[in-house]
């Protein structure tokens, strides 16, 4: 009991884990559209907890305000939207499932490799922390501050490119709604 | 005749039927029915089922009745009596029915123990000829109609020989209704005379019936009076044949004739616009009107002239009739008569005056007959108002004129409807037009005469406003408007039958009837009125004075 | 003295406690003194008193003292013959009101997606009520325990629950959940007027989201911290008064308030902003298929998250747990911190008096704004959102950062 | 792939905001209203046949349970129909408590509009506010004839009785206090943005489609138009009474609003004209015991809380009995715009819609 509540970040982390996983889980097998967004948000939630539990508080914090609470209300906000059991019975949903399962397959050897790699392979005895530049800097700052010094330090450049990218997201949507509009 | 025992097999289910009906001799406890001790000679309350004691003398002939009733209102039967002809009963009136009971073994009849008591329901010839008998008397009067309703176990004794039975003519003796009635109306409208439908069931009414008692008649499967079920035969076994669930069910003495069953479908509902079969519901019965009050100037005129040439030759009549008078008197050498006086028209003392139709003055209307040339067929004012009454084919050009001539200018239609006149000749609708012009602060009303069926042109490319007036007016009159949007009904639902405001339309409902609980002898529309509220834990006997 | 895990663990428990028996004390009375604020805006007496009995009428006792409500009738009647405490006759109405509710009967609809259906209410409650793990009522402990006490002597009993560096945006990303409640148990329902009003909250919630967040970044940056505690103390204190700098600051905080005010209204969806239970138009909105218990978990969590919003404008815009707002304390402090008059110094310490006072003074304003005002239309709600409110806070955005940069 | 698709949507008959038993099917493309058709039926309890098996007497009582906000002005408009129906002269005094309790009808009948249609737009308190000044108003009514509601008050041929003793001193009390009312509730609304934003502009009717469509009443003058029953066929006492007509141009919902505000304060303008000016003399016409009616056909128009009231009688020769009677019921033609008004508006366009129409479905429906 009381290696467990030492640990208890640690246990939380793989707990969380493996929520997110079922949650992601459910995602893909619900036979009801809502009932994957439910599922996507738990999974959102409990990656949210993993950072958390690895006291990565404002990255948590971020994940839950963004994707819970922005980008999946969106994705459920279309799919409720929409009258999903219509095109089921059309077939137009879930065409895709022979070519699914070799590209998971393939995944999952791909990232089984790498998290093997990761988790028993050199690397994994070295500890998890932020990089050498940063350690000092993080000494008596809170977290937020740890995490835009390294965007808008470190990474500016993949960051602006980042926000080109979902810039042109955005007028993509723009043009696409207004073309289906008129 | 009396009834001198009274007394309670075994089997009591404690149902109150008995003390409802007969409270001075029934009493229910909470196990069983009790004979009273105030009834009884020994003076003791028991079932009374061994000792089988008198009652008191001066209760026999006086509670005949009511005991009669509660054995026949028993559902288990269990209520036995003997019942005696005594001199002194008023039935000693009934000279024919004495003798058909006196010819029985006195007393009349005690089923022998394990007799059984529900067989001699069906063998309907001892029982006709019972009722054959007692048939005969029918027209006596008998003060109360119980004692015809003789015992069961009377079945059990030697049948008296029916002295008057005629068996050539064949009779319903029983009818009743099997589990299952789906109250479908249709019996009651075959034979309104024997059948009741109520909202849950259907019941064999009191008047045909030899114990007087209105129910389903399932468990009883009492008699019907003979005469009745002679005159009913046929109607009787048209429901039976026309019911839908076929459970209706009857015992014939004789032949029965061969009736065809009518149809109760939807289709000879459906057949006419609105079926007014008075038959099918007597309740709806509609008193149509005689007259036909359509204002109009020209019968105005024609009746004022008719009313002073009345009074001329009355007057006339009068003066013509002292004259002989006179003549008379003179010759007889009597005084003369008064002469006549002209009766004066009396003194109107009231703060009210007919407002009579004057002749069109009014530019509007003047206007209007020359534009419709011959398409008016009246123009009146009355009461202040403008009438201008039109041929169904100028209607459209007449509110053409009336919206968008320079000089009338009739912006708004604001009402719209129509009058069922069912008493007249050539048409039997008008519809008016009620207009107004906002600009000259006038009104004017346009008014078309419609025949049965004929379709009117709608109005509502003129005045939009007409719209939901004319729905109106076909949902309650069923008068059609070609050219209209949406010909629908507005106010009732699509499925209904009829249109609400004709004359012909009854004010009561299908099934709808007044319940007259004076008219409730045997209790069963108030049980049935309680059961509906249920108990309330209300004690509805009545308070005795005692 | 530090604690051992375990003393923590318990400490904490007790914490939890406290808040959630503060937070669901004042819900059902903040639905009391809704019925009082209401009905004393709208010339009539609110509740005075219970209807009838619990069991006791169906039994035939018609004596109304023997049943529990009848009971407390008699005695809610005898205060009312007292001037100032006759306001609290009917007060029994939240008790009344939390058993009806729990003694409803719970009806699911046949169509309803049930698992859904249930899930709803609970995700909406859940996220209304985690909020309060971060809010802050009292800087540092509230008391300590006293020493003989067992197993905890000696130890602090902290006035919140964490304290994390990151505090606001916790509470903005927990309460961003809250809207699926209302999404899901209005898709759940499967019926017209509650999707009609679901899909109207959640574009109402997701669009001032953004303002209310834009408009609480003014005193963070203002500050430079995303900490409870921290803000309202360097609020208070750290920065100091510097001329025209001061002055701006104050300014765009009171401006700052309104905003979030008006925000905060329409995320906890009261009126004039609430649009998802128009009851005129969407007969009851997202929970017309609500019944019972689920129903009051809705309910509840609107009232918990009125109190959230309350909670955070005062400890961002109205100075926390200090007494004067809008970051006017340091010029208070600097007159009265040395002040003889012991009250006068005391009031320029923090306590968490001042912190419940304007909570309670911004729960009064929800509930007199609800009696005042109609209802906005739907298309105007998103205009004032989109084409007012983000520029506005935007701005002032802008000027804040200016602001931080000059001082 | 996806297209949009219209939902339909049932707004009654059992919902919040329509005011009785009506049933509006929207067709909605996302809030927007493509297609309204307002349903309704669903209280009729065929009172113009129950009134043709009435006398003219019992009739009476059923105008009542028509427009129940407005009973009074609905026994008006019957007493004055079967007045001129047989041509019954009434006396003076009798015209002029019947204008006077006319208009105070009218004015319960605009408190009830206003605190509703103020719910319906969001905003509870002027409800409560315009109710206490209209169970005020019910009390005189109860006082003058022991109804609040279904008051029956009138007579054929004037009045049952004089005005009770007291009831003047009732009036005038209330009067005294009735202009600062109207001023609070004005206070809460007029100038309130979110009202003004929820009511300009919102259910335009303009005059044109007003007069097509036949609406009348206040709908009609807050168009422009100056039609009004009491001004341009002066029936009652009102021709001898000093009051002006209301008129705003907009035609939406605000100027509604405005037009009622107004034409309560012409209300309490006649009130007090007819409580000065009231003449001696008897209330009641000198009638046979039984009314028997000749031939003849008349529609009698006044200008009911909500517009044009139209009684239309056919007589027959003898008859105690109505041999036609017809209501053109204001609320039922006005409801006819209703699509007009809201199509290819927002769904709480509707709300606001209907209750600026004021309509009561007793009327409607009949």
Redesign the interface.
Known sequence: M?KL??NIGQNLFVLFGLLAVGGAGVLIFSK?A??SV?GF?FSM?CV?GCFLSLQA??LG?????VY???I???F??VV??VELTKYQEKGIFQTQTKFAIPLVGAGLLIFGGVFRAALFGASAEDALTLQQGLVGATENL???QAVSRGLFANFILPFEILSVILLVALVGAIVLAKSERV | MAITKVWIEEGCIVCNACEAECPDVFHVTEESCHIKGDSRKDGRESENRDEKAELKADLQSSLEASIVAAAAACPVEVIKYDQVASADAPGSAEPAAAPAVIASPAPVAVAPEGAPTAAPAVDADIENAVDAALGTTGNTAAPVPAPSAAPRPVAAATPPDPPAANPAKPRVTKVWIEDGCIVCNACEADSPEVFHVTETTCMIKPGVRLDGKESENRVEKNGLKPEDGERLITSIITASKGCPVDVIKYEVLGDAPVVEAKPHDAAEVAAGPFVLDYKAAPNRQVVMPKTVPLPSLHTYQEEQKAAVAADGAKWAKQQADFETAKAKALAEGKDAPKPPVRAVPKKNENDMEFPAPSEAKDPDLLHLTDLLDGKVSQAFEQSGELILQVHPDGLIETLMFCKGDASLRYEMLVDQTATHYPAAEGFAFSVVYQLISISRHKRLRVRVLVKEGQDLESAVEIYPSANWMEREIYDMFGIRFTGHPDMTRILCPEDWEGHPLRKEYPTLGWGQRDIDFREDRSGVLMRMALEKAGNMGINLKVPKAD | MTPT??QY?VISLLQIVAVLGFVMTLVPLLTFAERKV?GY????LGATRVAGGLWGAQRGRTHQSRTITGGLNGFMWWLGKWPVISILRGLPMFIADALKLLTKEDIVPTDA?K??FV?SPALAMVAAFTVFAAISFSPGALFYFPAKFPFLGGLPFNGFLTD???GL??I??????G??GI??GA??SNS??P??G???S??QI?SY?VPLTLSLLVPVVLTG???FNEMSTRMAADVPVNGLVGIGRSLLMFVGFFVYTTCGFAETNR??F?LAE????L?AGFHTEYSGMKFSFFFLSEYASMITVSALASAFFLGGHYLLPFGLQPAWNHFFQHSPYAILAWTCTPSILWFLLKIFFLLFVFLWV???????????LMNVGWKFLIPYTLVMFVIAALLRYAA | MFKTEE?E?NLGPQ???THGVLRVKLHLDG?TVVRCVPMIGYLHRGVEKICENKTFFQGQVWTDRTDYVASVSNNLGWAEGVEKLFGITVPRRAHYIRTMLTELNRITSHLLWLGTH????????V???AF?EREEILSIFEAFCGARLTTTAFRIGGLREDIPPGLEKQVRAFQARFLDCIEEYET??TE?R??K??TIGVALLNAEDAIALGVTGPVLRAAGSTYDIRKVFPYAAYAEMDFDVPTQTAGDTYARYLVRLEEMRQAHRIVNQCLDGLPEGPVMAKLPKVLKSEVNEVYHAIEAPKGELGYYFVGEKGGVNPYRMHIRAPSFINLQALPKMVEGR??????AAIGTLDVVLGEVDR
Not at chain 3, 41 to 44: A, D, G, K, L, M
Not at chain 3, 370 to 380: C, H, I, K, N, S
């Open positions: 009381e509540l030492v009801s809502v009932h439910i948000l939630i949210a508080e404002f914090v971020a994940q839950l305000l819970a609470g922005g999946v209300v969106l459920l906000f409720m939207l809170g977290n937020a | 895990l375990i663990l209401i805006v709208q010339v009539r997606d698992a859904v899930l994390i560096n990151v945006l916790f903005l990303g927990v309460a961003s959940v809207v699926y999404v899901l898709w759940a017209k007027y999707l009609l679901g899909l109207r959640a574009a997701v989201e911290s995303l900490n009126t004039p609430d128009a009851e005129n138009e007969v609800r009696a005042t005002l109609p209802r906005y239309r739907y298309d105007q | 939902m949507i919902h919040p905001s809030e103020a719910l319906d737009i969001g905003a509870m308190t409800f409560l506010y206490r809460l609304l309130n979110i009202w934003k929820r927002l769904l709480a366009d509707v709300i």
